[in-house]
C-alpha cells in the first residue's frame, strides 16, 4: 500500500469541512424529499434501450455532469435532512461517510481471515466487540459467533438457522444435523413434524426469514398479551405452545416493535422466565433488536430508566440482531449479529472441500466467509469502527438522547394537541418513547390523507401505518443530525398546518 500521506482522502485539512459538519449546527434547510419534477426529470434522463446510442459509451465528464445534474436532485434527503423520519432510516456520520470511500478506495474483500496479509477481518472482530460494550450485553468471551451483516433481515436469517441447527441437533445422534442430513431427512429422524417462531409483533422479516430457511411463512406464530399491549409477549401462551413434543421452536423477542418501538419483554424478570422456558423444552432465543437495543447505550439516567428497564436481560439470548444503518449512523448496508454457539453458526456456513480459502492453522479469527451468507463482502465494518473510535460511549448518548428528547417533546405535542391522537396510549408515560412516535389526526376524513399531506411539504417525511385496524403514522427519529429546539418548531409548525388546512411555509418558522 503506498503512503497514506500521497492521498488526498488522508490529508485532514481537505477532508475538514466535511468532518466539521458533526460539531456545526445544520444551518442548511434541504428538503426530505426531492421536487416531483426533479424524478420526472431524472427518469426522462436515463438511457433509452431504443436510442441508436444505448451503451455506446459516453465521457467521463458528461457521465458526472449527468449523475450530478439529473440523478442527485432526485434522491431523497435521507442523509441530508434531519427531519426524515421514514422507516427507521439513520443518517451516516461524516467519519464514518470518509471512512466508507476508504472502504471504496482500498476494495478489501473480506472474506478470509489473513491475518499477515490484512488488518481488515481483525478491524471487524474489534469493532463487534465494541458493539457489545457500547450495548452492555456482557464478556465478548459469551459471543465467541459474531460477524457482520447486510442488515436486520440477513442477520434475523442467521438467527433462525442457527436455532434451527441446535433445535433439531438435540434430537438427532452426535455429529447428525440439519446442515448434513437436511431439512426433510434431519425432521424425520427428529420425529418433528413442524417449526413454529413464537413472537409478539415481530417484524416481517422475521416472516421472510422464516421462509428462507425452510419454516414457512405460516410457522410465525404471533402471541401478544392482549389487543391493548400486543407488543408484549404472552408467555404464558408461550408455555403452551412450547409444550408441543412435535414442534420445534424459536422464540423471538422483538427490540422494539416497528410501530411502537416498544418491547416483547417488561424486564429481567419476564426475560429470565423465557430463558427457564426455552431451556426447559428445548427451545432457540433469537432478539431482534435492530433499532431498540440502542436504548441500552443511553446515560444511565432516571428519564431513561423505564426503558433500560424493559432491555434488562437480552443478554440472557442465544442470538441478537443489530442493524448498524439505523441508530448506528453509517451507510448502507450494515448489519450485526451475535451468538453464544459459534460451533453452530460455523457449521451452518462452513464452506467444505474450498483449500484455496483456507486460513492460518493457528488463526483466533473465524473466516467472514464460514459464518456468514456471503462469500464476497465489503469491509463494511470500517465506518462502524471509525464512528465508535471518535464518538466513544459518552458521544452515542448524546446522539440517542437527542432523538429521545425530540420524540418525547413531539409525543407531548401530539397528546396536548385538539387534532391528534397519540397512539398506542394517550395516557401511557412518555418514558416509555424511545426515538418512534405513534400518532393519528382525530378527524377521520384528514387521518386518510394525513402522511400524504405531511410529506407534501417536503420538508418532514413520516411513513404509514395501520395500528388497530385504522391508518396511522409512524415518525422515527433516528439521524444524528437532530437539532431539537429546531426540528420540534418546525415538526410542530408543519402538523398545525396540516391539521388546520393551511400551506406550510418553512421561513414562518426560522429563528
Known amino acids: 500500500m503506498s503512503d497514506p500521506s500521497s492521498h488526498d482522502i488522508f490529508n485532514y485539512s481537505l477532508q475538514r469541512p466535511l468532518l466539521d459538519q458533526r460539531r456545526a449546527r445544520q444551518l442548511e434547510n434541504i428538503p426530505t424529499l426531492p421536487e416531483r419534477d426533479a424524478i420526472n426529470?431524472?427518469?426522462a434522463s436515463l438511457p433509452d434501450p431504443q436510442d441508436a446510442t444505448y451503451l455506446a459509451g459516453d465521457s467521463d465528464e458528461a457521465t458526472m455532469a449527468h449523475i450530478a445534474n439529473d440523478i442527485f436532485p432526485a434522491l431523497s434527503g435521507q442523509k441530508r435532512s434531519s427531519r426524515y423520519y421514514g422507516f427507521v432510516t439513520g443518517s451516516v456520520l461524516p467519519l464514518a461517510e470518509w471512512a466508507d470511500n476508504v472502504v471504496t478506495m482500498t476494495d478489501q474483500n473480506v472474506q478470509v481471515h489473513l491475518p499477515e496479509q490484512s488488518i481488515s477481518t481483525t478491524v471487524e472482530d474489534r469493532t463487534l466487540i465494541m458493539i457489545l460494550s457500547l450495548l452492555r450485553l456482557g464478556d465478548e468471551k459469551a459471543w465467541k459467533g459474531r460477524t457482520f451483516t447486510t442488515g436486520a433481515t440477513s442477520s434475523n436469517i442467521l438467527g433462525l438457522a442457527c436455532g434451527?441447527?441446535?433445535?433439531?441437533?438435540?434430537?438427532?445422534?452426535?455429529?447428525?444435523?440439519?446442515?448434513?442430513?437436511?431439512?426433510?431427512?434431519?425432521?424425520?429422524k427428529a420425529g418433528i413434524t413442524h417449526f413454529q417462531?413464537?413472537?409478539?409483533?415481530?417484524?416481517?422479516?422475521?416472516?421472510?426469514?422464516?421462509?428462507?430457511?425452510?419454516?414457512?411463512?405460516?410457522?410465525v406464530k404471533e402471541i401478544p398479551l392482549s389487543k391493548e399491549e400486543p407488543w408484549r409477549m404472552d408467555i404464558e401462551a408461550l408455555e403452551s405452545h412450547l409444550k408441543l413434543s412435535t414442534a420445534a421452536s424459536i422464540i423471538a423477542i422483538s427490540a422494539g416493535e416497528v410501530n411502537t418501538g416498544r418491547f416483547s419483554t417488561a424486564g429481567i424478570e419476564e426475560m429470565k422466565k423465557v430463558r427457564e422456558l426455552a431451556d426447559k423444552y428445548g427451545a432457540w432465543v433469537h432478539v431482534d433488536g435492530a433499532f431498540g437495543i440502542f436504548?441500552?447505550?443511553?446515560?444511565?439516567?432516571?428519564?431513561?430508566?423505564?426503558?433500560?428497564?424493559?432491555?434488562?436481560?437480552?443478554?440472557?439470548?442465544?442470538?441478537?440482531?443489530?442493524?448498524?444503518?439505523?441508530?448506528?449512523?453509517?451507510p448502507y448496508d450494515c448489519g450485526m449479529f451475535f451468538t453464544r454457539s459459534h460451533g453452530t453458526l460455523q457449521s451452518i456456513f462452513t464452506n467444505p472441500n474450498a483449500a484455496y480459502l483456507a486460513t492460518g492453522s493457528l488463526a483466533t479469527i473465524p473466516s467472514p466467509l464460514n459464518i456468514g451468507i456471503e462469500n464476497s463482502r465489503r469491509f463494511r465494518a470500517l465506518p462502524a469502527y471509525a464512528v465508535l473510535k471518535s464518538e466513544g460511549r459518552p458521544g452515542f448518548a448524546g446522539l440517542l438522547a437527542n432523538m429521545t428528547e425530540l420524540s418525547r417533546r413531539v409525543a407531548a405535542f401530539l397528546r396536548?394537541?385538539?387534532?391528534?391522537?397519540?397512539?398506542?396510549?394517550?395516557?401511557?408515560?412518555?418514558?416509555?418513547?424511545?426515538?418512534?412516535?405513534?400518532?393519528?389526526?382525530?378527524?377521520?376524513?384528514?387521518?386518510?390523507?394525513?402522511?400524504?399531506?405531511?410529506?407534501?411539504?417536503?420538508q418532514m417525511y413520516v411513513s404509514g401505518t395501520k395500528w388497530n385496524g385504522q391508518k396511522a403514522v409512524r415518525m422515527a427519529v433516528s439521524t444524528w443530525k437532530v437539532d431539537v429546539e429546531r426540528d420540534y418548531q418546525v415538526v410542530t409548525s408543519i402538523l398545525t398546518h396540516v391539521a388546520e388546512g393551511k400551506k406550510f411555509n418553512l421561513e414562518s418558522c426560522q429563528d
Do not use: W
Open 41 to 43: 426529470h431524472a427518469v
Open 164 to 188: 434451527r441447527e441446535e433445535v433439531v441437533g438435540k434430537r438427532l445422534g452426535d455429529g447428525e444435523s440439519v446442515g448434513e442430513l437436511g431439512m426433510l431427512g434431519a425432521c424425520l
Open 197 to 219: 417462531v413464537l413472537t409478539s409483533s415481530g417484524h416481517s422479516s422475521l416472516s421472510k426469514a422464516a421462509s428462507v430457511v425452510g419454516f414457512g411463512r405460516s410457522s
Open 295 to 330: 436504548a441500552r447505550a443511553l446515560d444511565q439516567k432516571d428519564e431513561y430508566k423505564l426503558l433500560q428497564k424493559r432491555l434488562e436481560g437480552l443478554e440472557l439470548a442465544d442470538s441478537i440482531t443489530v442493524d448498524g444503518h439505523k441508530l448506528l449512523n453509517v
Open 416 to 458: 396536548a394537541s385538539v387534532h391528534y391522537e397519540l397512539l398506542p396510549d394517550d395516557n401511557s408515560s412518555l418514558d416509555e418513547i424511545f426515538m418512534i412516535v405513534l400518532f393519528r389526526a382525530k378527524d377521520s376524513a384528514l387521518n386518510d390523507v394525513l402522511v400524504e399531506k405531511i410529506n407534501e411539504t417536503r
